[in-house]
């Protein structure tokens, strides 16, 4: 029996989960993340989404890694301004009073730096791990959203993917003008220089799919069938009860430890 | 109900009386007077210059002009007996099925399988019925089913191109508007493809946009030109039309079909069939049951078109040639994509115009860009200057805001003639460009955008390398013809040549070498003509001969 449930976790993936428990799922723990000014439960929340993305969705490590500095990034701002200027943030220098770090504007920095890399985290499971075109599936089946809404949005969570890919070519392009091979992350400076061309890129990308939409027949009324759309499962229910389980373990913790 | 129409109309499925059609802001009309119809299963094919307004009028169809995309219509256009600006394109779409220009227009950024099944959930039908029609579209246009879970995005531009057109066919309307559906096609897709869009369905009217037009006539029941001017200058069964108005269509820079010009040739001295030939295999047949004395008329006739469907740059002597640039067991991938093509051996040499053929998705491209030296490879190794691109899309090569602004840009890498305005003149002026020197690149028209890349590749005389892609997909007969002369200058001055195409007539035309790629490598690396004898070599790498080979074949037995 306990082998067969080690086949069943290694063989689980988090992209086999139905879109809308997971989605719930992580709303509810942005929000505990929001609400529980506490380091520990952000350490917990980090530690989990990332061992998720590692155990579950076969992400590397270094990826998983490379994920949080953006994140940690907006999370710096938080600190330093917590150390700078704690006399403004009353509540958050109360809430973490108790917290165990050296004053008490450096603990609620560290709380709200440790917060902004949890909510990033968190956000980046469930991106990583749902598939766009079976989200809108699910939110059209199951939620009765309208069609139009629901491939706007199809069009919107793929843009991103769609502009990385327009800007290799102009960056590609570029190269060759400048006379050598591109960087496989871009400068700063190219980085600006290619917001304009990617914008109007966006702007064309955005209304050649309202056309084509269009010309194919996507109306917001009448009946359309939803192919492929995913389907609840037990494992969604297990997932569902595990997170929130684990939620309320982090949030007692979080109490246990103040 | 609103998918309820009143029964076909007998005499015209689609109508445009008088119609003409002005965007805004717009001092002139983008298309019209024109006045044609479409007759229920006819098969109609519209031929024109580019930009032209054949896509144009094809939207004012489906009610796309003027309820989606803003512009004055006027006379009146009417579909399945009713106005046709009455509906929205949706309200359209269970009736009519539209391809667009730009399979990138057809697509919605999609899994595969979503992309073909689309319109068919958006009409509600029953989820095993849309099964079968997705099934069936993606078999009989030959999508491989390992496709059907990536995102149309991740496709190459003709693999794009199979399932816009898979999607198109899998709706199975009364009309189908279909816009130059083989433009990025390898030959043996595109032969295929053209045989499924001309099966005859009943009741099904096909009006169809297209420059490949070899193959396609045989299937065609009328054909209407748009002349330069926007309205029709000729209309009628295809091989009549294409005898009977020869010169004014080649005057107005439209394509004809081989058939047609070996028809206007073989007339020059009296030997051309009684009745005009709809395919190669009609004018061969034709030219094998000639007596001897006309057989030489006939040659004679020939020869021009012969001579221009070869070579005629001269080939630098084979010893002593200059490489440019020389791949040893490169593994070849895109940028920061995985490897495609292994074990790459392959030799430029300084003056040689080398073709590289391959199917759709065979890594024709990225041996382009490893050959210019844009991309990494991730084995082997690359000896040579770097190479410029003329990338497929031309308008990722534009940085600055004027067509002007870029001739100078490419200038002042060589760092002398920046200052120097009538330079950057003398280059416009070059190619043709002259009078849209302050227009942004994006304004331009697909040509003259083609024009711009290769301007700015050669004005800074830094490439010794141009590898050009498709360069002359999408250009009308007139364009194609003014750029090969150019790219044959290219190569006439030195420059090492590249081509990457799909047209195998074309290939046959520039290249004195080709490589084929195909099954992750390189298949064949042989001088063109026995490149293109080698019909299994073809058959292999999805590819057919140039359209040509039966003439040139009938040419050396009469020879003999």
């Known amino acids: ?258 | 109900m609103p998918g309820a129409l009143p029964a076909p109309d007998p005499d015209g499925v689609a109508t445009w009386r008088g119609t003409t059609v002005r965007f805004p802001h717009q001092r002139r009309d983008a298309v019209g007077p024109v006045t044609l119809d479409l007759a229920a299963g006819e098969h109609l094919l519209l031929l024109g210059p580019s930009g032209v307004g054949k896509s144009t009028l094809l939207d004012t169809l489906t009610g796309l002009i003027p309820n989606v995309i803003p512009a004055t219509v006027g006379g009146s256009v009417t579909a399945l007996g009713i106005a046709a600006d009455s509906r929205t394109p949706a309200g359209w779409a269970q009736h009519i099925a539209r391809h667009f220009q730009d399979a990138d227009q057809t697509l919605c950024g999609m899994r595969v399988d979503d992309e073909v099944a689309f319109a068919l959930e958006n009409q509600g039908l029953p989820a095993e019925a849309i099964h079968q029609r997705v099934a069936t579209a993606m078999r009989d246009v030959g999508i491989d089913e390992a496709w059907r879970g990536r995102r149309t995005t991740t496709l190459s531009g003709g693999e794009r191109q199979l399932v816009a057109l898979a999607a198109t066919l899998a709706q199975a309307s009364r009309v189908l508007l279909v816009d130059e559906p083989t433009s990025h096609l390898a030959p043996l897709a595109a032969s295929r493809l053209h045989q499924l869009l001309m099966t005859r369905a009943p009741g099904r009217s096909v009006l169809i946009v297209d420059h490949r037009l070899d193959g396609l006539i045989a299937a065609i029941d009328r054909v209407a030109v748009l002349g330069p001017d926007g309205s029709i200058m000729a209309e009628g069964p295809p091989a009549a039309l294409f005898r009977t108005h020869a010169a004014r269509i080649d005057a107005a820079g439209v394509w004809r079909p081989l058939a047609s010009h070996l028809d206007t040739a073989l007339a020059t001295q009296g030997v051309a069939p009684p009745q005009p030939p709809v395919s190669v295999a009609d004018v061969v047949t034709h030219l094998k049951a000639l007596g001897d004395a006309e057989k030489a008329l006939a040659r004679q006739a020939l020869m021009p078109l012969v001579a221009a469907a070869l070579p005629r740059v001269p080939t630098p002597a084979l010893a002593g040639r200059e490489i440019v640039v020389r791949l040893s067991g490169a593994d070849c991938a895109p940028f920061l994509g995985p490897v495609v093509l292994r074990n790459v051996d392959l030799a430029v040499a300084r003056g040689e115009f080398l073709g590289i053929l391959g199917a759709n998705g065979a890594g024709k491209s990225t041996l382009g860009l490893s050959l210019a030296g844009l991309v990494r490879l991730k084995g082997g190794a690359r000896d040579g200057a770097p190479g410029g691109v003329a990338f497929q899309n031309p308008e990722n090569q534009f940085v600055t805001g004027s067509v002007r602004e870029e001739i100078e840009a490419a200038l002042a890498v060589r760092g002398t003639e920046a200052s120097q305005p009538e330079t950057a003149d003398t280059v416009l002026a070059g190619w043709g460009l002259g009078h849209a020197a302050s227009q942004h690149p994006f304004e331009l028209s697909h040509g003259q955008k083609r024009r711009l890349a290769l301007a700015t590749l050669t004005a800074g005389g830094r490439w010794p390398l141009l590898v050009l892609d498709e360069p002359m997909a999408g250009l009308d007969a007139a364009a194609t013809a003014a750029l090969a002369l150019r790219i044959e200058a290219l190569a006439a001055s030195g420059h090492a040549i590249a081509l990457i195409t799909h047209d195998m007539d074309l290939a046959l035309r520039l290249c004195r070498r080709c490589v084929v790629v195909g099954e992750g490598a390189i298949l064949a690396d042989a001088p063109t003509a026995e490149v293109m004898a080698d019909a299994a070599l073809l058959a292999r790498a999805g590819l057919a001969p140039p359209v040509f080979k039966p003439v040139l074949d009938w040419f050396g037995e009469a020879a003999a």
């Open chain 1, 1 to 258: 029996m306990s082998v067969r449930l080690s086949d069943h976790l290694l063989q689980f993936r988090l992209n086999q989960l139905h879109p809308l428990p997971k989605l719930i799922v992580c709303l509810i723990w942005l929000v505990a993340a929001i609400a529980v000014f506490d380091a520990h439960f952000q350490l917990v929340t980090i530690v989990l989404a990332a061992a998720a993305l590692v155990l579950f969705n076969r992400s590397s490590f270094w990826l998983v890694l490379g994920l949080m500095v953006p994140f940690a990034l907006f999370g710096v701002g938080f600190l330093t301004t917590s150390i700078l200027f704690r006399d403004g943030s009353d509540f958050a220098v109360k809430m973490a009073a108790e917290a165990p770090f050296v004053s008490e504007g450096v603990s609620a920095g560290v709380v709200l730096f440790l917060r902004a890399i949890a909510c990033g985290m968190v956000s980046a499971l469930f991106t990583l791990t749902t598939d766009p075109g079976d989200l809108v599936k699910a939110l059209m089946k199951d939620w009765r959203l309208s069609p139009r809404i629901g491939y706007a949005l199809f069009s919107a969570l793929n843009l991103v993917p769609d502009l990385a890919s327009e800007a290799q070519q102009i960056r590609l392009a570029r190269a060759m003008k400048r006379g050598g091979l591109p960087r496989r992350i871009p400068g700063l400076v190219e980085g600006f220089s290619l917001m304009l061309p990617l914008l109007t890129f966006a702007i064309r990308r955005a209304s050649r799919a309202a056309i084509a939409m269009e010309a194919r027949g996507l109306t917001g009324h009448g009946t359309r069938t939803i192919l492929g759309a995913p389907v609840l499962a037990w494992r969604d229910l297990v997932f569902a009860g595990s997170a929130l389980a684990l939620l309320a373990a982090a949030c007692t913790l979080a109490w246990m430890l103040r």
